[in-house]
């Protein structure tokens, strides 16, 4: 059996519906960690879930999976927060803000409380909004507190477009930034295979090229109309960020995280390329917008402030 990435690391993750059970199952089968604890309101969900995990350890790497409570944090590297109310159908992100900064109220100072310090990974909805109101809660730093943000999205796209141009999408360079929600946009101006522009890569249409980021920006309602949740696909972002975290691999994702002057903007939450090192988000690396660009993410900024401002932060 191949031994666990890091040898000690210690991962909590609050919330155990469907993304929080997902999230340990990626962590688990990956060997990225040594022990997760599951925190729930209803400690038995939690423990019902641990023993499920548990059930298949004889499968694969051993992983110490228990269900616990807020204090049993305490030792945690990671603390993951997938504790929300979750999006219906037809239910925008940002209609779930209200419920879920309540939830972060209650949860995270009773998270730091355990932990002391740790690094924070909001993937709630809506993200951005709430990775900002998690930092203001916590006084956590940027590099310990941010959300997955489009890194998902980002992954949705690459998907589709080497659909489209029939490659790996491990091939195609594609970010999707701003909010995590219907005033994201795709950076097209940087986007490629291999080097080579999409506009210049065999098989290029527009149309297409551009359906395909529309059905990314409306993917997860279309996920949730069809089965109820997205889940696996946003464990598996999860599991990417912690791991290039854990083994300071330095991977560029598009992570959420609250901006201090880039692009212009301040006091807002939004998802742009970061180095995730060794201490967390680290370096936000700013692309060569276009001007068209430049102007749909500051759109995308104006609106999640507005949000921001409407829950009094």
Known sequence: ??????????????????????????????????EIVLVDR??????????????????????????GTHAELKGAK???????ARQQPGESRLELLQRN????KNEIPQILKATGDTILIIVSNPVDVLTYVAGKISGLSREHCFGTGTSLDSSRLRFLLARHFKVSPHSVQAYVIGEHGDSELPVWSEAGINGVKLKDFRGYNKKAIEA?????????????????????AIALTVSAIVKSIAADKKIVAPVSTTLDGQYGLKDVALSLPVVLD????????????????????????????????????
Not at 4 to 30: D, T
Not at 51 to 65: A, Q, R, T
Not at 101 to 104: D, G, N
Request: hydrophobic fraction near 45%.
């Open 1 to 34: 059996m191949p031994k666990s990435l890091i040898c000690g690391l210690k991962v909590g993750i609050v919330g155990m519906g469907r993304v929080g059970a997902s999230v340990a199952f990626s962590l688990m089968l990956q060997h990225i960690t040594n």
């Open 278 to 313: 060794q201490h967390g988000a680290g370096e936000i690396v700013e692309l060569p917008l276009s001007a068209s660009e430049q102007k749909q993410l500051q759109n995308s900024a104006k609106i999640l402030k507005a949000s921001i401002k409407s829950v009094g932060f």
């Open 42 to 67: 209803d400690y038995k969900k939690a423990e019902g879930e641990a023993w499920d995990l548990n059930h298949g350890m004889s499968f694969i790497e051993d992983v110490h999976v228990r269900a």
């Open 212 to 232: 395909a980021f529309v059905s990314t920006r409306d993917a997860a309602q279309q996920v949730i109309a069809r089965k109820g949740a997205t889940n696996w």
């Open 101 to 104: 900064v309540e939830i972060l």
């Open 78 to 84: 990671f603390v993951i927060m997938c504790a929300g």
